[in-house]
């Protein structure tokens, strides 16, 4: 009868904790969104002018008195927003991060703590920095590249907004992802998941793969798969150099225990 007492108490012991866990989440969230909304109101009275220079490396490569075009009715009321939602996020993800970890935190060793906040701090910063590669240098270089094309065939380049916006943020996602990459290499060797020599010998698949990628998710043009696979494949040589520096302690140790033998027989 206790045992079975015990049993029941235990379960609903567990119960209770999940459903804490299930409010604490549910809290998390709200506020969370709570902060995308808040940034969100604060900038859609300017939402026209982020548009704008959303779209300012398209609208410098079309020919003078060139425009971008709408062709759905609701297009240029539901584009601007769309955007200017994007930018909301970005500046909120911080406090949707910190949220995450506020959740998460209390289930983390020490050690584990010390290591996800320089991860999520350098995670957010690096896909900052691959949207802004892209802004910067890839949409100019490749929306002139395009550009280029149009005068010989006597075509005049007019690209819709709804079109235009489903291509930056293919492109932002793309290259943020890919500005991810020596974040996902040292993860791999910190948590032992892989041997650093492992990803150096893996290298000639890596830049294969570099390729592969950046031809499915970039447009049909080599300009476009090269500013993409390039980046990708020196961000892991740079994941590579940094790793070194967060290879494990135990994997330090059996090198050292391997060693030592040899070192005693050859005094």
Same mark, same amino acid.
């Given at each position: 009868?206790? $045992?079975?007492?015990?049993?029941?108490?235990?379960?609903?012991?567990?119960?209770?904790?999940?459903?804490?866990?299930?409010?604490?989440?549910?809290?998390?969230?709200?506020?969370?969104?709570?902060?995308?909304?808040?940034?969100?109101?604060?900038?859609?009275?300017?939402?026209?002018?982020?548009?704008?220079?959303?779209?300012?490396?398209?609208?410098?490569?079309?020919?003078?008195?060139?425009?971008?075009?709408?062709?759905?009715?609701?297009?240029?009321?539901?584009?601007?927003?769309?955007?200017?939602?994007?930018?909301?996020?970005?500046? @909120?993800?911080?406090?949707?991060?910190?949220?995450?970890?506020?959740?998460?935190?209390?289930?983390?060793? *020490?050690?584990?703590?010390?290591?996800?906040?320089?991860?999520?701090?350098?995670?957010?910063?690096?896909?900052?920095?691959? $949207?802004?590669?892209?802004?910067?240098?890839?949409? /100019?270089?490749?929306? *002139?590249?395009?550009?280029?094309?149009?005068?010989?065939?006597?075509?005049?380049?007019?690209?819709?907004?709804?079109?235009?916006?489903?291509?930056?943020?293919?492109?932002?996602?793309?290259?943020?992802?890919?500005?991810?990459?020596?974040?996902?290499?040292?993860?791999?060797?910190? $948590?032992? $998941?892989?041997?650093?020599?492992?990803?150096?010998?893996?290298?000639?698949?890596?830049?294969?793969?570099?390729?592969?990628?950046? @031809?499915?998710?970039?447009?049909?043009?080599?300009?476009? *798969?090269?500013?993409?696979?390039?980046?990708?494949?020196?961000?892991?040589?740079?994941?590579?150099?940094?790793?070194?520096?967060?290879?494990?302690?135990?994997?330090?140790?059996?090198?050292?225990?391997?060693?030592? /033998?040899?070192? *005693?027989?050859?005094?």
């Amino acid at each position: 009868m206790s $045992m079975t007492q015990n049993n029941s108490t235990e379960d609903s012991g567990l119960q209770e904790s999940f459903l804490s866990h299930l409010f604490e989440l549910r809290d998390r969230i709200i506020k969370s969104a709570i902060a995308i909304i808040v940034v969100f109101v604060s900038l859609v009275y300017w939402a026209p002018d982020i548009f704008h220079l959303f779209a300012q490396p398209l609208l410098q490569a079309l020919p003078a008195g060139g425009k971008m075009i709408v062709t759905d009715v609701t297009g240029s009321f539901f584009v601007p927003m769309k955007v200017t939602m994007l930018v909301a996020f970005l500046i @909120a993800l911080p406090v949707v991060m910190y949220q995450l970890w506020a959740f998460i935190a209390p289930g983390l060793y *020490q050690h584990e703590r010390k290591l996800i906040v320089p991860l999520v701090i350098s995670s957010y910063s690096l896909f900052i920095f691959g $949207m802004a590669f892209a802004y910067f240098l890839v949409f /100019p270089t490749v929306f *002139q590249f395009m550009a280029s094309y149009n005068a010989p065939l006597g075509a005049e380049m007019s690209t819709d907004i709804d079109k235009y916006l489903g291509f930056a943020m293919t492109t932002f996602l793309a290259f943020g992802i890919t500005f991810e990459v020596p974040v996902v290499v040292v993860v791999l060797v910190r $948590m032992g $998941m892989v041997q650093l020599a492992k990803l150096k010998e893996i290298r000639p698949y890596v830049i294969v793969g570099a390729f592969v990628i950046a @031809a499915i998710v970039t447009p049909p043009d080599v300009l476009s *798969q090269l500013l993409l696979a390039v980046p990708m494949c020196l961000l892991y040589e740079l994941g590579l150099l940094i790793a070194r520096f967060y290879i494990p302690k135990s994997t330090d140790d059996e090198a050292g225990t391997t060693t030592n /033998p040899d070192t *005693q027989a050859t005094v």
